[in-house]
């Protein structure tokens, strides 16, 4: 047990319930009945969490995001600076990737993507921000708020913030001056760390031991499944890691854990990694944490062998399946994704099939 073990213990009193208005069922209390949906729940943040929440809400009805709240730019860093509020860009991106496919689930996630293109305060904001903000101010209360949100657009899942208070990334990169090659320096802001040049070390949050939403942490405890990835990978996918709570429950927990990789470095942040590289440096931020299986593309693999024994590293299995666009861009295709992850479901989970 670690010594933050009483802590996870307060915060599973605070979140009795894993869904909005749903007992949980103790893991461990008596098996998942034969034919229900598994409980999964998602971490991560921006386009990468969205690709995978399109995903993930077409093999089960029963998931959950929990979402990074460093980001620092745009409309949610605008929003941030004025009111002290968390940023909500990241919590509407992933409302709007689980809304149906339907007439009135496309129109809510055109609507809450919509940005204003004015000459005044207005212009480049979002209008789900604006929604998720002045939700926060009249509930106080951020869960509450996004699972009204949740609601008002029929979303097919749950979203939560990885923690309650605005949170700071932090970076230390080598050569971020390339008249400095050599040095190491500390940049600040998710979105600069996202784009920066050189080589980034290792992140780490400000404050440094921001304390987790209860309802995510819950979350993950009752979870069948945990996904993490794809997305930037030190500025939505490793902060995830970096709250005390909230590793806790990843390390602690009996779902089985996913990781999903990327389908090419991104500019700046990760520009040269090898997949096998991204889980090195994830490993290096939580070395306690295992997990089950690491889902690839096939086509943005290499060297096998190498990305093999450096998943076995973290005590997980290699899935390498097309989960990648036609049209030669590097998204993953939702239909693809989520043909993926239920394979994965059905293969290497304890009970099954699941439908």
Known sequence: MTERTPRLSRLRRLAPESRAGRPAEPRGARPRRRGAQPKVVALGGGMGLSASLAALRRITGDLTAVVTVADDGGSSGRL??????????????????????????????????????????????????????????????????????????????????????????????????????????????????????????????????????????????????????????????????????????????????????????????????SPQRHLEVLGRHAPKLALDVVLADEAAVPDRDSLTEAAKRLGAAIELAPVARTDGSPRHDPELLAAAYDRIFRMHGRIGPWR
């Not at 979870?223 to 602690?252: K, M, N, Q, R, Y």
């Open 80 to 273: 941030r600076d004025e009111l002290g509020v968390l940023p909500p860009g990241d919590l509407r991106k992933a409302l709007a990737a689980l809304c149906g496919d339907d007439d009135w689930g496309q129109t809510w996630a055109r609507v809450i993507q919509h940005r204003f293109q004015s000459k005044g305060d207005l212009h480049e904001h979002a209008v789900g921000n604006l929604l998720i903000v002045a939700l926060w101010e009249q509930l106080g209360d951020h869960v509450q708020a996004l699972d009204l949100v949740g609601k008002l657009l029929g979303a097919h899942g749950r979203v939560l913030p990885m923690s309650a208070v605005p949170l700071e990334l932090q970076a230390l990169v080598k050569g971020h001056d390339p008249e400095r090659p050599d040095d190491v320096d500390t940049v600040r802001g998710q979105a600069t760390v996202a784009l920066t040049p050189g080589e980034v070390q290792s992140v780490h949050l400000v404050p440094n031991d921001p304390p987790a939403v209860p309802e995510a942490v819950a979350a993950v405890l009752d979870a069948d499944w945990v996904v993490l990835g794809p997305g930037s990978w030190f500025s939505s996918v490793i902060p995830h890691l970096l709250v005390p709570e909230l590793l806790d429950a990843l390390t602690e927990t009996k779902a089985r854990k996913v990781l999903s990789l990327n389908l090419a470095p991104q500019p700046g942040e990760t520009e040269g990694f």
